[in-house]
């Protein structure tokens, strides 16, 4: 059976719907420290669980029988700023939980979402190799530049089967914009179907990779699905599907609402997405197992106006 850790979350809501489609509700069990929406807690097996009790975590994994276990708890990289030790110590505890499961024989497989934010100033802005220089520069890219050394750690020494993507920023309509840096295009859709305005807290120019849930999805399941012998990196994968700026992304908003305007007033989180890159190279994921991307730019717009119309009435 599966356990999907942090299933109330951005990625966890999407991954949960996805799993039980893919795999049966009864054999994937959702948990997290709040109770999701209400599809999710009608649709299957619900633990209420923190991510960083070891006796809770391996309690719900002995009673519920599960085998994979995908952790999708952390604290996102602007809320992180905010709460420094709070987020290295959600994000690093809840790792070595899982791995010290896996290491003790009492779950088989792993999977842990690492972010282009363990890229830092120094790193190449464009084309960001798999294997570079990274001086990450915040607490949520620290957390997973450390996490991804302790997963290649744990496969080594323990044979642990965890693997791992390096997730760009992730829109979808399912749930509401997080503490992430590249939530500015999540509540973008809100804002222009609400107010048909939006006050960008990046620049026009604040170009950052990004990728529609359903790709990121798609390779999420992709990579736990795939023989252990493709999966060559044990750290983590780059993985990319497009990149735009918010003057873009506007462009394609204003494509369905002709009368959409968006204003620029900067804060901190200019500084965390002025650290990252702006496109990556994924060829590793590509050649290793068979990774590519279907939705572009444009039919993100298309499906995120579409869906959220009827929240809006618009
Ligand atoms: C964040 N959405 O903004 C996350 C992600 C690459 C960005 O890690 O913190």
């Not at 120094?122 to 050394?149: L, N």
């Not at 990774?291 to 618009?314: F, Q, V």
Request: glycine share 6%; hydrophobic share 40%; net charge negative.
């Amino acid at each position: 059976r599966i356990l999907i850790i942090g299933a109330s979350g951005q990625i966890g809501t999407e991954l949960t719907a996805f799993l039980r489609k893919e795999y049966g509700s009864h054999k994937v069990i959702a948990s997290d420290i709040v109770e999701g929406d209400a599809q999710m807690m009608a649709s299957g097996p619900f633990e209420i669980l923190d991510a960083m009790d070891y006796d809770a975590v391996q309690d719900v994994v002995i009673r519920h029988e599960i085998t994979d276990v995908y952790l999708m708890a952390a604290m996102l990289s602007a809320t992180a700023e905010k709460f420094p030790m709070k987020a290295w110590n959600l994000n690093m505890n809840s790792l070595f939980n899982v791995l010290n499961l896996a290491r003790d024989k009492k779950i088989e497989k792993i999977f842990w979402p690492s972010s282009i934010a363990v890229f830092g100033p120094t790193t190449p802005k464009a084309d960001t190799p798999q294997r570079t220089v990274m001086e990450p520069s915040t607490v949520y890219g620290i957390s997973k530049q450390t996490g991804e050394r302790w997963c290649e750690y744990y496969y080594k020494k323990y044979g642990v089967d965890v693997r791992s993507i390096r997730y760009p920023g992730l829109i979808s309509y399912t749930a509401p914009p997080g503490g992430g840096t590249t939530d500015y295009a999540v509540d973008i859709y809100h804002k222009a179907l609400k107010h048909g305005k939006y006050i960008c807290f990046l620049n026009a120019d604040t170009t950052l990779p990004m990728m529609y849930m359903d790709d990121a999805i798609k390779a999420t399941v992709g990579i736990m699905q795939a023989n252990a012998g493709d999966v060559k990196i044990r750290s983590s994968y780059n993985l990319a599907a497009f990149s735009f700026n918010p003057d873009e992304l506007s462009q394609s908003i204003k494509k369905h609402l002709p009368d959409f305007t968006i204003d620029y007033d900067p804060d901190f989180r200019q500084a965390i997405a002025d650290s990252w890159p702006q496109t990556i190279d994924d060829s590793e994921a590509r050649n290793d197992w068979g990774w590519e991307h279907k939705i572009s730019i444009d039919e993100m717009t298309k499906i995120m106006i579409e869906n959220l119309r009827k929240e809006y009435k618009k």
